[in-house]
DNA sequence: CTGCTTTATAAGACTTTGAGTAAC
DNA sequence: CGTTACTCTTTGTCTTATAAAGCA
């Protein structure tokens, strides 16, 4: 908003501008004639009148009322954030998840510190210890279980009454909150510092989570360090509020960390862990989830209810979108799934990768990079990802209809995108009803895999495709256009090149869009930065004289214009028989290798033309010197400055010719040089070889 | 209070093989 | 005379995701 250029006092509803006539600067721009709609004249002549300063002061109002109404509607309309701050986001969400995700491989490794377990040892009295460990064979491993998770309710009372923590440890952020850099009150975590923490029993939230996983590992029992990854969400579009932007620095939750409160806040304070831990019982056969820290307990997580872990999708300082654990050996594995109740219909679209396979890739990349490779699968294992598998059946079709978006599971007719269509569209497809909650009416759930994405001809030829014999179109838009499904296809087989010979289109060349449409025999020799599509052809028809075609890899879209232009084919480079790819490739080579020596030698050439000029310019000076004797800069003659001039001025030419120089004017204008002398020294322009020695 | 509908906006998907002119 | 390089145009439509207010 540029800054008004009179003074305005509000007054009501209406605005008074006064504005002092003999100073008056008012620039109006096109923007203000909008405001002067506005402008009640009645009020201006009224106030023209009682002027306090007659002519020399206006005085009028802005009647407001209609601008404050389009600037409320303004407000309540929402604008989203722009492409450049979604892809932002994006990778602030990314760069947030692998260094928590790395954060916490470091603290894990901590955890398991040799020195620290030793030191622990003692620290667990033996009643506890011998629980963890039973060897007694002739009791029931149900009991045995029961006996092992006694030990860790123990354990789990003894630390948290031990334990004093100083801090809140780390918190979830959003967009209002990422850019502040409010510095962080907590030291950095060296080692030593953490072990020190460890030992006295005191530290934060996080650290006390961490500090449990040593003193159970310091018994020898399989504990997990669990994180709780919190990330500001990718996916939202919404621009950091203004108004409250202010107002959330002022009660920035940073700031509680520079005075720890002795007792939690609920308010500032989370009431979630981040940081929590997963002991395998290994008389049940299950991960038990403790908490030592926020809420307390020892329990294996419930099937279908609720998890006390996952936060509502209302609270701004906690989302549980990421929980990787990290075991005793640093492998890392991805539990997200145990610890919340929707994940298939909420949790998977707040994560990286949902609506990307590349991010989706990435993802599992980090997640192996970080952690170590984990050889065969365990027992353990293989009942989690047996536990995994329950939950993802067990977590059932969503409770409401937004839910069903997207799911990967299941897909609800009236959601489906228009180029989609449910096949077969029987009862083997259904998989229940539906009934929304604001409607009597009730519709089938279809499971997500019978929705098939649709395209046309074209378009599946675009991908490699051609429509079987026989297929009948799935769907048609706009009554001329067909759409059919990928299984109405199959791979489109180009005629193999036979003899050397290749099958070109109407246009004389190749669509190879994919690499599946090389055709038998083939090979795509494609552009590259230093091989232009005029090598390729020099070398095909004029070095070896073989038959090739140029390939159309693409399409680009300049934007059309009333049938003017249409799309435009993209080369991509030559179809050549597969036989001749050697030969090929050696002759690009070569012409590479010419062209390169093409351009060192015109980079000479110049050079030794530069030198030749500079070598006139010297011939110049010293025969000025011969004839007019030699000038001394002490001297301060004015025969000084005007040679300079002479040498500006033949710089000047130089640059005209673009660093050629222009040897016909040079001799023209030359005056300077004797004919004799000329010549001779001339003649190094066209002896390269000798110069460059 | 919850969840659906309506109404905003930005952006993506979709499309799927030039012509005329100046310079070399 | 044949070949090559450059410049036109400047926004088409339809669909989707997301958010927030309104409403039942």
Redo the contacts with the bound molecule.
């Keep these: 908003e540029p800054s008004p250029t009179y003074e305005v006092t509000e007054k009501g509803k209406a605005q008074t501008a006064k504005i002092d006539g003999t100073s008056l600067d008012l620039e109006v721009d096109s923007d203000d004639f909008d405001d002067l709609e506005d402008v009640d004249m009645d009020l201006l002549d009224e106030a023209n009148q009682n002027g306090d300063r007659g002519n020399e002061t206006l005085t009028f109002s802005i009647n407001n009322g209609d601008k404050e109404r389009s600037e409320a509607r303004k407000k ?5 954030i ?2 450049q701050e ?1 892809i932002m986001r994006k990778l602030i969400h990314k760069l947030v998840l692998f260094s928590m995700i790395c954060h916490g491989a470091i603290r894990n490794r901590w955890c398991g510190d040799r020195r620290l377990l030793d030191m622990l040892k003692k620290t667990v009295s033996a009643e506890i210890a011998s629980l963890f460990h039973q060897d007694n064979a002739d009791v029931l491993s149900v009991v045995k279980a029961k006996r092992f998770v006694d030990g860790l309710r123990k354990l789990l009372t003894v630390f948290s009454r031990k334990f004093k923590v100083t801090s809140p440890g780390i918190q979830r952020r959003d967009w209002s909150s990422t850019g502040n850099t409010t510095e962080e009150k907590d030291r950095i975590m060296s080692f030593e510092r953490f072990m020190k923490c460890v030992k006295t029993f005191h530290g934060s939230r996080d650290v006390g989570a961490q500090a449990f996983v040593a003193v159970l590992r310091s018994m020898g029992v399989n504990a997990r360090l669990v994180f709780s990854v919190q990330v500001p ?1 990718y ?4 621009p950091v509020k203004d108004g409250s932007n202010q107002k959330g620095e002022k009660e920035n939750p940073i700031r509680e960390t520079n005075k720890p409160k002795s007792e939690f806040d609920p308010v500032e304070n989370p009431n979630y862990p981040v940081f929590w831990i997963e002991v395998w019982n290994k008389y049940s056969r299950k991960w038990i989830t403790v908490d030592p820290i926020v809420f307390k307990v020892v329990e294996v997580m419930p099937m279908r209810r609720k998890c006390k872990f996952d936060a509502p999708a209302a609270e701004e300082s906690h989302q549980t979108w990421y929980v990787i654990a990290y075991d005793e050996r640093n492998v890392i594995k991805d539990v997200t799934r145990r610890y919340t109740q929707f994940y298939n219909a909420k949790t998977v679209k707040k994560r990286i990768g949902f609506a990307s396979d590349e991010d989706a890739h990435w993802y599992s990349r980090v997640l192996r990079s970080i952690g170590k490779q984990k050889g065969s699968i365990s027992q353990a294992e293989a009942m989690e990802l047996k536990e995994f598998h329950d939950r993802h059946v067990c977590e059932g079709t969503p ?4 839910d069903f ?2 799911h990967p599971v299941y897909a609800l007719e009236p959601q489906l ?3 989609e269509i449910i096949y077969p569209n029987d009862e083997t497809s259904k998989c229940g009803t539906f009934r ?4 009597s009416s009730i519709m089938p759930v279809y499971k997500r895999s019978c929705v098939h994405k649709l395209k ?1 001809p ?2 599946w030829h ?1 991908s490699g495709r051609v429509l079987k014999v026989g297929a009948q179109p799935l769907k048609t838009k706009k009554a001329h ?1 067909l759409l059919y499904a990928e299984f109405q296809t199959e791979l489109y087989i180009p005629p193999p090149i036979i003899d050397g010979k290749i099958t070109k ?1 109407a ?1 004389g ?1 190749v ?1 190879i869009f994919r690499p599946t449409m090389v055709p038998e025999n083939g090979v795509l020799l494609k552009i590259t930065r230093d091989v232009s599509m ?1 090598m390729l052809e020099n070398a095909a028809r004029w070095v070896l004289n073989i038959d090739y075609a140029k390939a ?1 890899v693409s ?1 680009e ?5 009333k049938n ?6 993209k080369e991509g480079g030559i179809l050549i028989d597969a036989q001749y790819k050697e030969a090929m490739l050696a002759v690009l080579d070569g012409l590479r290798e010419q062209e390169e020596q093409e351009k060192r030698e015109a980079v000479e050439l110049n050079a030794l033309r530069s030198w030749n000029f500079f070598m006139k310019k010297l011939q110049i000076v010293s025969r000025l010197d011969r004839s007019h004797g030699k000038v001394t800069h002490s001297g301060e003659d004015a025969d000084i400055p005007l040679e300079k001039e002479e040498i500006h001025k033949e710089d000047e030419e130089e640059e005209d010719e673009e660093g050629y120089f222009k040897k016909s004017e040079a001799s023209e204008e030359g005056g300077f040089l004797l004919e004799d002398t000329k010549n001779e020294d001339l003649a190094i322009n066209v002896s390269t070889e000798g110069m460059m020695d």
Excluded: H, W
């Excluded at 409770?399 to 937004?402: K, Q, S």
């Excluded at 003017?564 to 084919?569: G, I, L, S, Y």
């Design positions: 309540r309309t929402f604008v989203p722009l492409k979604r969400d996916r939202s579009i919404r409770n409401n209809m937004a978006k997207n995108r228009q180029d929304s909650s604001n409607k046309t074209k378009a675009m256009i289109n246009y060349n669509e005029k159309i399409f879209f300049g934007k059309a214009l003017k232009r249409a799309p435009t084919a």
